[in-house]
């Protein structure tokens, strides 16, 4: 048999050069840093914002105080909310299924003032919520005022704390996950 040359480490490739002011990458089975550049640095999270709201509406369903099924009329705040859009309106009942969907599919900034009501009375209420499970998750440079990352000069979180939140969507709720692969949603 043949001596065989011995293993030598294999290259790793170099960290790509990328445009944003902040990032990280993290492996999800190890928890292991591959990559990051300032993401200790606050940010505004913009749309970032609806992984948490999704977050607490995952929790609410898995506590059993929430179903897909449940129809949720829609307020006026929520119909007149800027940005992204469902487009659901005050006269409408929307179940929360659907209402996650445009949320997460669309990035529809009314139907995560919706969600945001239904579970909490408030949007306002809704973000105290958002900043409890934030706190129980370790994401220590957050701050949220809205369920929507609209913008708020007290709203903001870091690279580091949006990979805690991501990590901890796909651990504690990976029936729900899917719906991030989906690519369109028609309402």
Do not use: C
């Not at 105080?65 to 909310?81: F, G, H, I, N, Y």
């Amino acid at each position: 048999m043949p001596d065989r040359p011995a293993e030598t480490a294999r290259p790793v490739p170099s960290a790509p050069q990328l445009a944003a002011p902040s990032y990280i990458l993290m492996d999800f089975n190890s928890g292991r840093i591959l990559v990051e550049h300032n993401a200790d640095e606050r940010v505004e999270p913009a749309s970032i914002t609806k992984l948490m709201t999704a977050y607490v509406v995952f929790h609410e369903l898995g506590e059993g105080t929430l179903s897909l099924q449940d129809m949720v009329p829609v307020s006026e705040k929520a119909w007149r909310t800027g940005g992204s859009r469902m487009f659901i309106d005050p006269k409408m009942t929307v179940s929360v299924e659907d209402l996650i969907r445009g949320m997460v599919i669309q990035s529809g900034n009314d139907a995560s003032v919706a969600l945001a009501e239904h579970v909490a009375g408030s949007e306002e209420s809704f973000a105290e919520l958002m900043n409890h499970f934030a706190q129980q998750l370790g994401m220590t440079s957050t701050n949220f005022r809205n369920a929507t990352g609209l913008p708020d000069p007290d709203h903001y979180t870091t690279a580091r704390d949006v990979a805690t939140l991501s990590l901890a969507t796909i651990r504690d709720f990976p029936e729900f996950y899917t719906w991030y692969a989906e690519k369109e949603f028609t309402f």
